[in-house]
C-alpha cells in the first residue's frame, strides 16, 4: 500500500435487508484515495453512494473486506478506537447541517475539539479562527436559529476541519441550499481542501460541483469507474 | 477522561430545558426526593432523640455501664480507687439497688426500686446527679439524703400527696435465705424529690442514704459499684481490663449490654423499618428519574448520533445524562437536609405533643451526622444510578440510521 | 355527550401506538402509586390491629369496660353485691357479666432471691372460666388455671422468669396494712400454682392473681377497696352509651367509670403513634403522585400535535383537559387497585414475613436466633385489622392525588394554541 494513501478499500462486500431479496450495494470493491486528492462521486438514488461514504466514516462496517482510513485496518477497532480515529483523521459534513441547538456558531465548533481532549482555551481558539476562515467572524454568538442555511452549512464545514483531519468526507453538502449559497459554501470546501492540503470525497448530485474536484467517479453497480 | 466539557455540556442541556421543554420534570424530581430526604431526617431525628436520651439516662440512672458485685456484699475502698484510676472510667460509686414498699400516714402505698446511695455521689458522678435534677447547688435542690432521709420521684411524691418533711414509711423483707426472712421497716424524712423526665423512673424511684440502705434492706447481691465510661461502647474491653488489674474474676463485672439486649434490639429494628419504609421515595422517585431521562435521551438522539460520529465515544455522553441526575440528586440532598436539620432543630422548641398522651414536655430530637450522610448519599445514588441507567438508550442508537433519517 | 367523548379520547390516548413510551411512563407511575399505597395500608392495618389486639386484652383482662365503685358502705357483702348488680344490669343491652376486684402492691420474694414488686389483684377464681372475653385471653403457661387451695396465686410469666419460679414454688408476699398512724407489715406464704400470660408482656408484666378471700386479709378494704369489673359485648364505640345505661340503672350509690377514662393516657398514646405514622406513609404516596405528574407533562408533549389538530377541529378546552384528567384517573384508579390488594396481601403475610426475616437474619448472628419483633415489646403475633373505612379512604385519596397531580399539565394542554403548535412542526 502507498505510504501517501488515505482510505482505501480491499474486497469489501456491502449489502442490506435479509429475507426474500436482499439488496447487494457492493461486492468486491476494490478503490484508494490518495493523500492531497479530491474526488467526486455521482450516481443515482440507491446505488449506494451515502453507503460507501458512512464506511469511509467508520459509521457503517463492511459485510466483508477491509476499509483502511490513514493506513489502519478499521474491521476490529471497537468503538472507542473508531472514536479517537474519526476525531484525528475524519472530518464530515453532511446534507443537514446537524449543529446543536443549545449552542452558540464558535462552542458547536469548539466542542468536539475540547470533547476529543483539546484544552478549552486552545479548542476556542481554533473555533474561531476556522469560524472567521468561513467567513462568520462577526455571528460567533449566534445560535443556528439566528443562521440562515448558508451560514449554517458553513459553520458545520468549520466544525468538520476543528480537529484538522486529513480527510474531509462530504454528503451532498449544498443539497439544503439556494443556488447562491450553494455556490459560496462550494467554493469555501475546495478553497479550504486545496490551501491546506487535504484529501476530500464528495458525493453530490450537482455535476458542475462534481466537475470542480480531481475527479469524478461514477457509482454503478457496485463499481467505480472514471465519468 | 475530561469531565469538564460533559459538565459544559450537562450544564447547557438543564439550562435550555427551561426553554424549550418546561423544567418540570427534573425540578418535580428534585421536590420529591428533598421531601424523601426531609422526611427521613425528621423522623430519625426523633427516633434518635427519644432512643437516644433514653439510653442515656438509663445509663447514668440505672444499669450504668458496667458493674462490680463485690462477693461478700461489703464495700471495698481500695478496689473503689484501684478501678477509679483505669484510663476511661469516669466514675466508681458505691450504691444498692433492691425493692422495697412505700408508703404514708395517710394510707398512700406503693411498690418501688429503692436506690441507696451516700451524699459523696454529688461530686463522684456528675452525670447521674444531673440526670436527676440534683446537680445544681441552688436553693430547694435536695442533694443526695443523710441517713434518715430520703427522695421521692417527682411523680410518687405527687401521687403518695407528700411534700418534703413529710415521714413515710420503707418496708421489706430481710433476712439471710429465704425461710428466714423477716420485714423491716423504716421510717424516714422526705427531704426533697428528684425528677429525671422518664415517667417509670419518677413514679416508681425512691432514693435513700447507702448506709441505710445496707444496714436495713439490702440483700448480699444488692451492693454493687456502679461504674461509668468516657465511651460507653468500651464496656466488655474496660470489664476485661478492670478484672485484669484487679485480678478478680471478669464474671464479677457486668456490662450494661447483658442487660438491655432486647430493648436495644428493639430500638434497632424500629429504626431499621422506618429507614426502609420511607427510603421507598427514593425508589419512587428514581422510577421518575429514570423514565424522564429515557425521555431525554430520545430527544436528544440527533445530538447523539452527531456525537458519535465526530468521533465522541458514547459511553462519555452517558455521562451528560447521568450528570442531570447527579445535580438533581445534589440538589435534593441539600435542600433536603437542610430543611430536616432545620425541622429537628424546631422540634426541641416546639410543644407539638399534647401533654396527656405522652410525659415528655417537648420532642427530642438528635441528629446523628453519620446517617445525615447516609441519606444524603442514598438520594444521589438512587437519581443518578436512575439517570445513568435510563441513559443506556445512547449506545444504541445506530449512527448511520439516524443521520440517513434525515 | 361531549365527557363521555373525553373518556373515550382519554382511554385511546394510553392504548395509541404513537404514544408508546409515554404510555409506559403512565404505567410505571401507576404502579409507582401502588407502591406508596402499600406501606400506608400495611402500617395502617398492622396499626389497627396492633390497637385492636392490645385494646381488647387490656378491656378483657384489666381495666373492664366499666368499672364500679360503691359510695355507699366501703365494703358491701360481696355475694349480696354480685347479685344485686347483675340483676340490675341484666336488662341493659350487652351486659355480659360482673366480677368483683381488690387491688394493691405487694413485694414478692422467691426461693432463688429473687425479688419483685408485684401488682396483686384478688378476683373470683372462676372468672378467667365463666366469662368468655377474659377465657380468650388469660390463658396458663404452665400450670393449672385453678385456685384449689386457699394460698394458691397465678404469677404472670415474665414476672415468674425474674423471680425464678415455677409452678410449685412458693412465694414470700410483703404487704403492709395502716394500723393508726404505723404501717404494720404482713409476710404471706402462697403458692404458686400456675403462670400466666395474655400475650402482651407489657400488660401483664407484674401481675399476681390471688383468691379475693386472700387478698381481704391482705389489704385494709378502706385503702385498698373493692370495686366491681363490667363485661358486655358491644362495639367499643358504643362504649359512652353503654356507661350511660349504667349509670342510669345503679344511680347514685355505684360510681361508674369506663375504660376509656381509666386507659385514657394509653389509648391517646397508641392513637397519636398511629397518625404519626399514617402521616409518615402518606408522604411516600405523596411524592408517588409526582410521577404522575411527570408522566403526565411527558404524555401531553408527545401528544401535542394531536391536542393542536383536535384543538383545530373544535375541540373545546374542557375536553382537552378532560382527556388527560381520565388518563390520570385511569392512571390512579389502577395504582389504587393494584396497591391496596398487594398492601392487603402483604399485611396478611406479616407474620410469615417477619419469621422469614428472623430465621435469615439468624443465619448470620452470633447467636444464631433473631427476634425482629421481640416478644417482651410487642404483641406475640401480629395481628392485622382491615378496617373498611381506612381502606377506601386510602384508596380513593391516592386516586385524588392522581387526578390532583395531572391537573396542572392538562391544563397546560388545553391552553396551548393549536396554531403555534402545527407551525412549528
Known sequence: MSESTVLEFHGVHKGFGGGQEPIVLFSGLDWSLEAGRSVAVVGESGTGKTTLLHMAATLERPDAGEVLVDGRATAHLDERALSVLRTSSLGLVFQFHFLLKEFSAVENVALPAWLAGVSRKAAWDRARELVSLVGLENRLQH??????????????????????????????PTGNLDVRHARAVQDLLLDLVHRQGKSLLLVTHDLDFARRTDQVLRLWDGRLAPE | MNIRPLLFLAGRYLKSRRKYRGVGAPLLSLVGLAVGVLTLNAVLAVMNGFQLTFIESLMELSSSHLRWTPGDGKPDAAMQSLMLKQPGVRAVVPTTEGQALVSTPLGGRQGVVLRGFSPDTLKQDEGLAKHLGLASQAVGVPGFPAPGQVLLGAELARTLGVVPGDNVHLTALTGPSFSLLRPQTLDLVVKGTFSTGYYEIDVGWV?????????????????????????????????????????????????????????FGALRTEKAVMMVLVGLIFFVVGVNIYFSQKRAVVEHR????????????????????????????????????ALGLLASWSFGSLNLLSSEAFYLPALPARVLVPEVVLIALACIFSSTAAAWLASAGVTQNPVAEVLKSE | MKAFLAWRLGLRAFWSPNGRSSSRFLLSSSLAMALGLVPLIVVLSIADGMIDGISSRTIETSLY????????????????????????????????????????????????????????RGIDPLWPQKDAGAARYLKAKSGTLSMAGPNDVW????????????????????????RGSLQVPRVTTVRVAALVSVGYQELDRLWLFAPLELTQTLFD???????????????????????????????????????????????????????LLAVIMALVLLVAAVNVSTAMVTTVGERRRETAILKALGASDRLIRGQFLVLGLGAGVAGSVIGLAAGMLVALGINGLVTL?????????????????????????????????????????????????????????????????????
Do not use: C
Open chain 3, 221 to 275: 378494704p378502706r385503702e385498698n377497696p373493692i370495686f366491681w369489673g363490667v363485661k358486655g359485648d358491644f362495639p367499643l364505640e358504643k362504649t359512652p352509651e353503654f356507661l350511660s345505661a349504667v349509670r342510669t340503672a345503679l344511680g347514685f350509690s355505684w360510681q361508674a367509670v369506663s375504660w376509656q377514662t381509666t386507659g385514657r393516657s394509653q389509648f391517646l398514646n397508641y392513637q397519636a403513634t398511629r397518625a
Open chain 3, 65 to 120: 369496660h366499666v368499672q364500679l365503685w360503691s359510695v355507699a358502705a366501703s365494703n358491701p357483702d360481696r355475694v349480696e353485691a354480685g347479685r344485686q348488680l347483675t340483676d340490675t344490669l341484666r336488662a341493659i343491652p350487652g351486659f355480659r357479666s360482673v366480677w368483683p376486684e381488690q387491688q394493691g402492691f405487694a413485694l414478692a420474694y422467691g426461693v432463688g432471691n429473687g425479688r419483685l414488686g408485684l401488682s396483686v
Open chain 3, 155 to 178: 404469677l404472670g410469666s415474665a414476672a415468674a422468669a425474674k423471680l425464678g419460679v415455677k409452678p410449685g414454688d412458693e412465694l414470700k408476699l410483703l404487704t403492709t396494712r395502716s
Open chain 1, 143 to 172: 445560535f443556528p436559529h439566528q443562521l440562515s442555511g448558508g451560514e449554517r452549512q458553513r459553520i458545520a464545514l468549520a466544525r468538520a476541519l476543528v480537529n484538522d483531519p486529513d480527510l474531509i468526507l462530504a454528503d451532498e
Open chain 2, 207 to 263: 432514693i435513700a442514704n447507702l448506709d441505710d440502705s445496707r444496714a436495713s434492706f439490702s440483700g448480699p447481691n444488692d451492693f454493687f459499684y456502679a461504674i461509668k465510661l468516657s465511651d460507653g461502647n468500651a464496656d466488655r474491653a474496660t470489664a476485661d481490663t478492670l478484672a485484669r488489674v484487679t485480678g478478680r474474676d471478669r464474671q464479677e463485672f457486668t456490662t450494661w449490654r447483658d442487660y438491655n439486649t432486647a430493648f
Open chain 2, 302 to 337: 440527533e445530538d447523539l448520533a452527531l456525537w458519535a460520529a465526530v468521533g465522541v465515544v458514547p459511553r462519555r455522553l452517558r455521562a451528560v445524562f447521568a450528570l442531570e441526575g447527579f445535580a438533581v440528586g445534589v440538589g435534593a440532598a441539600l435542600l433536603g437536609t
Open chain 3, 357 to 425: 426475616v428472623d430465621s435469615l437474619v439468624g443465619l448470620f448472628t452470633a447467636g444464631g436466633s433473631f427476634h425482629l419483633l421481640d416478644a417482651a415489646f410487642y404483641l406475640e403475633s401480629i395481628p392485622v385489622k382491615f378496617d373498611p373505612v381506612v381502606l377506601v379512604a386510602a384508596s380513593l385519596g391516592s386516586v385524588l392525588m392522581a387526578v390532583v397531580a395531572s391537573w396542572w399539565p392538562a391544563r397546560r394542554a388545553a391552553s396551548e394554541r393549536p396554531l403555534e403548535v402545527l407551525r412549528r412542526s
